[in-house]
């Protein structure tokens, strides 16, 4: 268990501090894995589709023995155990996880790419991993600062808003 995982969680939709935690716990108490850290909780803006409410996201960081392929069904099982319906592309979700990085593995199979596609034009996703993976390194040598720095708006500021782990305004 030596390789640095990393999840993406979120959630808009129904109780999502609620779901987010139950999710943390279901994927600790999967076989051969350990939770080794978790981001700040963050109120983002949806991404993708402007027209829902916003998200509440997180990043999870775990190490596992399951396979990425092994990790992805367990995680979609998740998703299923915590009532996800997936019925609109980038629409509200009362669960969504992703596997944002597995060491600094390449995957580009057609149910699961890695690092995830979409992950580097995120700052939802980068922002929580920043905070927990500072000297992040990508497989294509970019380090999450420098991802950043390309992406973040000039003055630092962002419409993230940090919560407390109730889900109030940090």
């Not at 051969?32 to 991404?47: A, G, H, I, K, Q």
């Not at 996880?97 to 199979?109: M, P, R, S, T």
Request: hydrophobic residues 40%; charged residues 25%.
């Amino acid at each position: 268990m030596n390789e640095r995982i990393y999840i993406s969680m979120g959630s808009n939709q129904g109780d999502s501090l609620r779901l987010l935690q139950e999710a943390q716990q279901m994927i600790a108490l999967l076989p051969e894995t350990e939770r080794v850290d978790c981001s700040s909780l963050y109120l983002t803006p949806p991404w993708g589709n402007s027209h829902q409410p916003d998200f509440i996201n997180q990043v999870m960081e775990l190490k596992t023995e399951l396979a990425p392929l092994k990790l992805l069904a367990a995680l979609k099982d998740i998703e299923i155990k915590l009532g996800r319906r997936r019925t609109e592309r980038w629409g509200p979700r009362n669960i969504d996880l992703d596997i944002l990085l597995y060491g600094q593995e390449v995957i580009k199979e057609r149910e699961l790419t890695i690092p995830h596609p979409y992950m580097k034009q995120r700052l939802f996703v980068l922002i929580p991993l920043m905070e927990i993976a500072p000297d992040c390194v990508f497989p294509d040598g970019d380090s999450i600062q420098e991802v950043f720095d390309r992406l973040g708006p000039p003055d630092g500021e962002t419409p993230f808003r940090k919560l407390d782990p109730d889900g109030l305004l940090a």
